[in-house]
């Protein structure tokens, strides 16, 4: 018995602007975006084989960024359509060359979802060929006129509120969205609804009510402070040291920066010391080891490299812990260029690679008053420190 889930992760998500052009799937809670949590609760559930999310084309990079590694049970994304219809019935295709019995269609922005709600789902597809995570209606039920005045109050008598995961035997669930896109008909709201319209009993299975769907900005913020306030943190403190002695060249490469000068820095990457120092004060935080370690100089891979790729990876090695950076600092010592006017350019660049405020990025500079190596403009340093929340061990 072969079980895919299918997330659908395609959709703009304009409701939750809390995070600026950020989707909200992609909007961190609790350290680690929505999307990354709701993918791994499916790795970890043992009864699914193969993960696929359906992604917008313009999330490409957000996802990319987002996959830790490379999980062997999470197979290559597929781009979305304009409706969330449409964006399942492209995964669905996509999943039919390896043909599992079951797929689990699953919101991305439902990371909560219990591994015992999967389970109930695929137990209840043993007799039928649907089932749905549903909550039972609670609240009572008022049918207002246009004017805002209770007509009516309804019975809640056996309604329930769908949710996903949403299982199916795969053949039906796939001729389903087939029969319904040939007819034109493109406003499901759920592929339970769609199963239902080709016929096939739907069974309902109840849910745990921590399974919300996070759609506005609020919903967002409830759950960040909800999952940090749980998890207990401690604080780490790293530093980095970097230097590059300058050779025959017109510019240099400073916190990402390409500045005209009379000479380069020698190095087998683009030799930005800011952001090796950055690089290191960051892996230093986490104790994963150094710049030099990860991207070896003797590989021939890393030769002129942009150090930004550097800096992606340590923030990536925090993330991947459930971290968060809290503030870097920069010093850089050298008796030119002058690195004052490049200082918003370099703080706005490093600060999209870390998912950092500007007022969180210290560059300073100073000269080496004519002393030592410095002095003799023989090269450039630069020291840099990092602050970093890591989840305690214990927490
Ligand atoms: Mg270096």
């Not at 790795?43 to 957000?62: F, G, M, S, T």
Request: charged share 25%; no cysteine; glycine share 10%.
């Amino acid at each position: 018995m072969r079980i895919a889930a299918l997330i659908v992760a395609a959709g703009r998500g304009t409701r939750a602007a809390a995070s600026g052009n950020t989707p909200k799937q992609y909007a961190p809670i609790g350290g680690r975006p929505v999307l990354a949590r709701t993918i791994e609760a499916f790795l970890a559930h043992p009864a699914i084989h193969d993960v696929k999310v359906v992604i917008h084309p313009d999330d490409k990079n957000r996802y990319a960024a987002l996959v830790i590694g490379t999980p062997e049970k999470l197979s290559p994304p597929v781009m979305g359509g304009d409706t969330r219809q449409e964006s399942v019935l492209r995964g669905l295709e996509a999943l039919a060359d390896s043909s599992p019995d079951l797929v689990l269609i699953h919101d991305a922005a439902r990371p909560f979802v219990t591994a015992s709600t999967i389970t109930d789902v695929i137990a209840a597809l043993r007799d039928r060929p649907a089932a749905l995570a549903a909550l039972a209606v609670t609240d009572t039920l008022k049918r207002a006129s246009v004017d805002g005045i209770v007509e009516k109050t309804m019975s809640r008598d056996r309604l329930w509120r769908a949710q996903t995961p949403q299982g199916f035997h795969f053949v039906p669930i796939l001729a389903a969205h087939r029969k319904a896109a040939d007819a034109g008909l493109r406003k499901f709201t759920d592929d339970a609804a769609i199963a239902e319209w080709a016929g096939l009993d739907v069974a309902i299975v109840e849910d745990k009510p921590s399974n919300v769907k996070l759609t506005t900005a609020g919903d967002l913020e409830l759950a960040d402070h909800h999952l940090t306030s749980q998890t207990a943190f401690e604080p780490r403190i790293g530093s980095g040291f970097d230097v590059h002695r300058f050779t025959a060249g017109d510019h240099v490469w400073l916190g990402g920066i390409k500045i005209p000068y009379t000479h380069k820095l020698e190095g087998h990457s683009d030799a930005d010391v800011i952001l090796h120092a950055l690089t290191d004060a960051l892996l230093g935080a986490i104790g994963d080891g150094d710049i030099g370690q990860h991207f070896p100089p003797s590989d021939p891979k890393w030769k002129g490299a942009a150090s930004r790729l550097f800096l992606e990876d340590a923030a990536r090695r925090v993330r991947d812990r459930g971290g968060r950076i809290v503030n870097v600092d920069i010093t850089v010592l050298a008796e030119a260029p002058r690195i004052g006017p490049h200082r918003p350019a370099m703080q706005t660049l490093i600060g999209e690679v870390l998912g950092l405020t500007i007022d969180r990025i210290g560059i300073k500079a100073t000269t080496n008053e004519g002393m030592g190596f410095v002095g003799r403009r023989e090269g450039i340093a630069a020291m840099a420190s990092a602050s970093v929340l890591l989840p305690s061990a214990s927490g």
